[in-house]
């Protein structure tokens, strides 16, 4: 079992920044490969970016390439979510959430834990 516990989040105003961590406990983080979801209200989770268990590789979403930047710290059980240039479009709860190694780190039913979520909320 994996425990995840996100914070961060808060309200911010269009082209600000947030910093959203999640920590994990349990089971080592650095065994799964890690990603952020969101939910808008009305609107299914989708899936915003991913981190190999290892670091090395990232992935995100085309709608936050560029602004945000997904990173872990295995050593500390801790991953970070940098928003920048934050839009109105970007206001939902963000998830944490974690699943063994392997592809389709975008498909939110790949991952086996998650977070009880985080609310962004951006002003225009």
């Known amino acids: 079992q994996v425990q995840l516990v996100e914070s961060g989040g808060g309200l911010v105003q269009a082209g600000g920044s947030l910093r959203l961590s999640c920590a994990a406990s349990g089971r080592t983080s650095s065994n799964y490969d890690m990603g952020w979801f969101r939910q808008a209200p009305g609107k299914e989770r989708e899936f915003v970016a991913a981190?190999?268990?290892?670091?090395?590789?990232?992935f995100y979403s085309d709608s936050v390439k560029g602004r945000f930047t997904i990173s872990r710290d295995n050593a500390k059980n801790t991953l970070y979510l940098q928003m920048n240039n934050l839009k109105p479009e970007d206001t939902a709860v963000y998830y944490c959430?974690?699943?063994?190694?392997?592809?389709?780190?975008?498909?939110?039913?790949?991952?086996?834990?998650w977070g009880q979520g985080t609310q962004v909320t951006v002003s225009s």
């Open positions: 981190i190999r268990r290892t670091g090395i590789s990232t």
């Open positions: 959430a974690a699943k063994r190694p392997g592809p389709y780190y975008s498909d939110r039913r790949r991952y086996d834990y």
